[in-house]
């Protein structure tokens, strides 16, 4: 007995100690990003720079994101951003290329940008142009700036040189790093990558660290969820090129963070690398995710793609000790037990369409979702975090953050004109009957279609999500309701005593 004691105690404290430490002080992030949304929203092609002691993110849905810490972002409108564009400071300029013929120029990162020409000195086809696609401009140490651009399909990754007089002008000779090889199975296309001879290689991005040129690219397409990053290294801008022994650099195929690709590598306030990805939703549409990036003895870049809160740029020194070791705790649970003192414990959404249940919002899958109906004003879904049979243990848990994914097309909210505000509010309870408030968005003036907020860490086995508000102009759907944080143990009233055995 004492020894339980003493290990019951000690864990605790390890706990306490824990919690004192890191959660509820220390800033998280968790993916895909909660971006604002203004006239553009962040739906993947994610070209990051840091200019001015800022980092300023472009994206596939228009307009800029600003940040000074890559935690917080603010959007800024930006005129004519085209699809997959990037933008790149050079002598004082900025300029701006995208899936167009167009190169764009302004004074500022944030515009107003106007047309400086098209693309002069392209080659034929035959040498993979087809009028920039996905195109990449990389200034090298010596102020040399280089072109890269992926050919169609299986085609592979081109570079050339830019005069740097005329950053619209090719110089030199253009040089084919790599086209698709089937042998590499996460670079073809399909759900399983099982289209052997078909892929499609785009979104190419350049990273130099310790004297090595990494080359990032994306397969299978967008449109699959095996969508992955992958790179290619050399000593020398222009190549030749290695296959990284690691490959693929990002890859996931379930869970709510899924298809990371297209996206860019940049060195962050804390001195560490980050990189930064396209979420690709399984209902459709795109969002950000962004993660840390570490370099191994060998010089393979290694980054783990995460869909749980993670420590933010510069709260951990160790790139590798980056987990904050929270977990989503929600997963599965919509059955609740009766006769554990939940008031109708079968009941856990205040409402639902048809095929469109609580479950849906609590199933790790951003392919369904729940749907309240539309007559109901103050829409509730309610979990119990304990396992649903009368004859289990009641587990207890200590919850320290939500994520909530909301559907639609973010046009025709409540709130700003044109954009998505949602407001809402977390409870939680430990018998099912009492709640209190332990998150309060009622008054959330900001637009996202994501959304991230941490919770004081807190004891309980029921919480219940209540939407105060939402966009009137389509349906309220949401794809992913997420709790954070960690079993802490059992509660008492339902732990039977065992009957001592008497030995005769």
Same mark, same amino acid.
């Given at each position: ?46 070209? $990051?720079?840091?200019?001015? @002691? %800022?980092? !300023? /993110? ?6 800029? #994101? =600003?940040?000074?810490?890559? *935690? ?14 990037? $933008?790149?400071?050079?002598? @004082? %300029?900025? !300029? /701006? ?6 190169? #764009? =120029?302004?004074?500022?990162? *944030? ?253 790790d899958n951003t392919a369904t979702w729940w749907e309240p109906s539309d007559d109901d004003k103050t829409p509730t879904l309610t979990i119990s975090l304990s396992p649903a049979v009368d004859r289990d243990r009641v587990q207890t848990f200590r919850i320290d953050g939500s994520r909530i994914l909301f559907g639609g097309s973010g046009r025709g909210f409540?709130?700003?004109a044109g954009t998505p505000v949602y407001k809402y509010k977390i409870e939680t309870s430990m018998d099912g009957k009492t709640y209190k408030t332990v998150l309060d968005m009622s008054g959330n003036d900001v637009p996202r279609n994501v959304v991230f907020d941490e919770i004081k860490p807190v004891e309980c086995r029921y919480v219940r999500l209540t ?38």
């Amino acid at each position: 007995m004492k020894r339980i004691l003493a290990f019951a105690v000690t864990a605790v404290c390890a706990s306490s100690l824990l919690q004192a430490q890191t959660l509820g002080e220390d800033a998280r992030y968790c993916n895909p990003l909660p971006m604002e949304i203004g006239q553009g929203s962040a739906s993947g092609d994610v070209s $990051v720079f840091k200019w001015d @002691g %800022k980092y !300023y /993110m472009f994206c596939t849905g228009g307009g800029a #994101w =600003v940040s000074e810490d890559m *935690l917080n972002w603010d959007y800024h409108y930006v005129a004519d951003v085209p699809v997959a564009p990037d $933008v790149c400071p050079y002598n @004082g %300029k900025f !300029y /701006m290329t995208g899936n167009s013929s167009n190169v #764009w =120029v302004a004074d500022n990162p *944030l515009g107003p940008y106007k047309v400086l020409g098209q693309w002069k000195g392209t080659p034929d086809l035959e040498h993979g142009w087809s009028q920039g696609f996905d195109p990449h401009i990389y200034v090298d140490e010596d102020n040399q700036p280089y072109l890269f651009w992926p050919g169609m399909a299986i085609s592979g990754i081109y570079s050339v040189k830019l005069d740097p007089n005329d950053i619209t002008q090719f110089v030199g000779p253009v040089t084919h790093h790599f086209s698709f090889n089937p042998d590499h199975v996460w670079e073809r296309q399909g759900e399983k990558n099982e289209f052997t001879d078909v892929a499609w290689i785009e979104g190419p991005w350049i990273y130099k660290h310790d004297g090595t040129y990494y080359l990032q690219y994306s397969a299978s397409g967008t449109q699959w969820r095996t969508y992955a990053e992958g790179y290619y290294k050399s000593d020398n801008i222009q190549g030749p090129y290695e296959y990284a022994s690691n490959n693929p650099l990002l890859r996931r195929t379930d869970g709510i963070v899924t298809g990371p690709a297209h996206g860019s590598m940049v060195t962050g306030p804390d001195g560490n690398i980050w990189q930064f990805y396209t979420v690709v939703l399984r209902s459709g549409g795109r969002r950000v995710g962004m993660d840390r990036v570490t370099v191994d003895k060998d010089g393979n870049l290694v980054c783990n793609v995460t869909d749980t809160p993670q420590w933010a740029p510069g709260v951990v020194k160790d790139p590798a000790k980056g987990d904050s070791g929270s977990i989503i705790v929600s997963v599965g649970k919509t059955t609740m037990s009766t006769g554990q003192g939940f008031p109708g414990a079968a009941k856990v959404a205040s409402s639902s369409k048809p095929g469109r249940g609580p479950e849906y919002a609590l199933d790790d899958n951003t392919a369904t979702w729940w749907e309240p109906s539309d007559d109901d004003k103050t829409p509730t879904l309610t979990i119990s975090l304990s396992p649903a049979v009368d004859r289990d243990r009641v587990q207890t848990f200590r919850i320290d953050g939500s994520r909530i994914l909301f559907g639609g097309s973010g046009r025709g909210f409540s709130g700003s004109a044109g954009t998505p505000v949602y407001k809402y509010k977390i409870e939680t309870s430990m018998d099912g009957k009492t709640y209190k408030t332990v998150l309060d968005m009622s008054g959330n003036d900001v637009p996202r279609n994501v959304v991230f907020d941490e919770i004081k860490p807190v004891e309980c086995r029921y919480v219940r999500l209540t939407m105060l508000d939402w966009p009137k102009g389509s349906p309220l759907s949401i794809l992913d309701f997420s709790v954070f944080g960690k079993a802490t143990g059992y509660s008492p009233s339902q732990v039977p005593v065992p009957t001592p055995m008497v030995m005769e």
